[in-house]
């Protein structure tokens, strides 16, 4: 007989796995405290972008297997229950703020039946799962803790949850890795990777992942630094040390760095965590790491200025994307935003369009202004800058849109537009890490 599940915490995360789930014929119970969350998942209205989920959001809810609730005690029907909501940055430090983990174990404790399994999939910092264990072991006696990090993209959130390219489960006993196996056994029928861990190796796995793209991004982002100033291209080189499989050609994508709810606040995580363990040495390097990153946002200010003067007050500058990356609604710690706040602190009259992200962004920058299509966006501008390398504005025709601005100067700071195409259509274009005219 198939367990039935329950997901605490039906965010980006949680929603995934729970419609996921259901998809595999579990039934599953998505649990969280936001009454507005839960009557949209209810109604199959997805409350964020993600391609293909709110289809198979509506599709699962038609099978009667998925359902949403903010009553914790809806969970006594699950026996096995995924943990999956938010760790946040704090507010006044580089750690990762654990309240919503603790609180979801506490509310879940006195609904815990005999035997339950709690599964964590919440990136935290190594230690969590253990403290988690120790106080479930006073509230719910019977129930056993596991810790299953998850890997999964935004844009490819669907993909990631039901081909993941691993498995890995953090456990204490046979008994759990059984449940797990048998949670995931449709996957597993695919001879996905299963890798059985104990509990702090597998939060581990979750950051050191993380750390590991974080440092590839900045990697080549220094490369395009060296690059500019010896005259030399990064996209040549990153096309060319990607041939190595060992290098591999994955996260070699120069431009403005990194961003999103994940890779910014999860090395900081670790490096907060590290200290306390008295292992800070070893992660001296993530601090450059994330210096270089925000140094990357920092570099367009300066080509920005470097343009068009020191003065940016007459300037009207159109920025091309808000999201922290294409195929995502997503603007936390968004790169395109935070240099298009910085030119508007400075005076500019910025102008912002994406395809998804608007929404968002308004709420986050209102000072900024939006529009609703490029075309608009970049209408009388005296400069356009290209951050979120979405599929659209690669489909740009660059004569058409030369008609539209005041002075045809971009920069592409994702490296993703055609350079020849834009040069040949009279464009002054500017791309970090190339030699620029
Ligand atoms: C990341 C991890 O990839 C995923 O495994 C984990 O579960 C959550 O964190 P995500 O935040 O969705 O996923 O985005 P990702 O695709 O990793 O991109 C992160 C940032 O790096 C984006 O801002 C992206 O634009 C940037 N990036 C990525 C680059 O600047 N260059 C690259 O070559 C790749």
Redesign the pocket.
Known sequence: MKHVLSVIGTGYLGATHAACMSSLGFTVIGIDSDLEKIARLSKGDLPFYEPGLEELLKEQLATGRLSFTTDFSASEKASVHFICVGTPQKANSLAADLTFVESAVEQLAPHLTDGSLVVGKS?VPVGTAQKLATQLASSAPTAELAWN?????????IQ?TLRPNRLVVGVTSDRAEQILRECYEPLLALKTPWIRADLPTSELV?VA??TF??T??SF??AMAEVCEAAGGDVTVLAQAIGYDPRIGD??????????????PK?IRAFMARAEELGAQQALEFLKEIDAINLR?RARVIEVVRHLLGEDLTKFRISVLGAA???E?D?VR???ALDISAQLSSAGAHVVVHDPKAIANAKKRFPQLDFATTANECVTGSDMVLHL??WREYREIDPTAMKSLVKSPIIIDG?NALDRDLWVQAGWKFHALGRKNP
Do not use: V
Not at 149 to 157: D, N, S, T, V
């Open positions: 990136t990090p998850e890997f999964l993209r935004e844009g490819f959130a990631d979750k992942a993380n793209l974080a590839k991004i080549i982002n994955k996260f070699l994508q120069a431009g403005i760095g990194f961003g999103g709810g994940c890779l999860d990357a922290f990356k294409p995502s997503d710690d968004s790169p979120t390398e994702r």
